[in-house]
């Protein structure tokens, strides 16, 4: 919360100013507090060992950094729909649902499938190959896209590469477990997907909040035509 907090104000208490040094680094030292106690406790919350699990940890990673760009997607996806294309409420709702019925159907039925004939970690692999295609493919859009041409290909890499991240994640995360730290690594990689997406979108607003007010400042600059 700490984090969040520093990064969504950052933009305008500035990214170097004490405010934003100040929480940043009370953030860091409550997880190196939370890192001690849970070494030296007899029953700790979350037992250090389980990060020897080499598939446990790259799958936190990957669902801790993946979320940064899904709801990045989502977030800056919204303003761009409703104040630059002047989409309505219902119709940016509608224009998400291409990815989100992809990312349904791949979850629910090909993921599946593909599991038992690939294997999850080139899924994995696939799936963040594809996500970052799409949002590749999202960054450039123009004032003026149109939806079948320039915005749909975004919404099919991205809802495909979604899908085909979830539950191989998962399985990773749970291959090298034993049955009694199951629910300890299930707990690990949901709240990763959680605090991944928190601390990200509350970057990617600050920074692009920082853009949008440098390039606004240089407009006002500019001598009169």
């Known amino acids: 919360m700490l984090a969040v907090y520093a990064l969504v104000n950052a933009a305008s208490a500035g990214w170097v100013s004490g405010e934003t040094i100040g929480a940043l680094a009370g953030s860091l030292a409550l997880v190196g507090l939370f890192v001690v106690v849970e070494a030296r406790v007899k029953t700790p919350l979350v037992p250090l060992r389980i990060f020897r699990h080499r598939n446990l940890v790259g799958a936190t990673v990957v669902r801790s950094l993946f979320p940064v760009g899904a709801f990045g997607y989502n977030f800056l996806g919204v303003l761009y729909f409703q104040h630059v294309l002047g989409y309505s409420p219902l119709l940016t709702g509608v224009a998400f649902l291409p990815s989100s019925t992809i990312t349904g159907i791949f979850s629910l039925v090909l993921t599946p499938w593909l599991l038992e004939r690939v294997g999850a970690k080139a899924l994995v692999v696939a799936g963040l190959g594809l996500v970052t295609a799409g949002l590749l493919a999202f ?44 629910g300890l690594a299930s707990g690990l990689v949901n709240v990763a997907t959680q605090v991944g997406a928190a601390i990200g979108v509350a970057a990617l607003a600050t920074i692009s909040l920082s853009r949008t007010q440098r390039l606004l400042a240089a407009v006002t600059l500019l001598p009169p035509r």
Do not use: C, H, K
């Open 139 to 182: 960054a450039p859009l123009p004032l003026d896209a149109r939806y079948p041409v320039n915005i749909l290909p975004t919404m099919i890499l991205t809802g495909a590469g979604f899908g085909l991240l979830f539950m191989p994640t998962v399985q990773i995360a749970m291959s090298d477990v034993a049955p009694d730290e199951s």
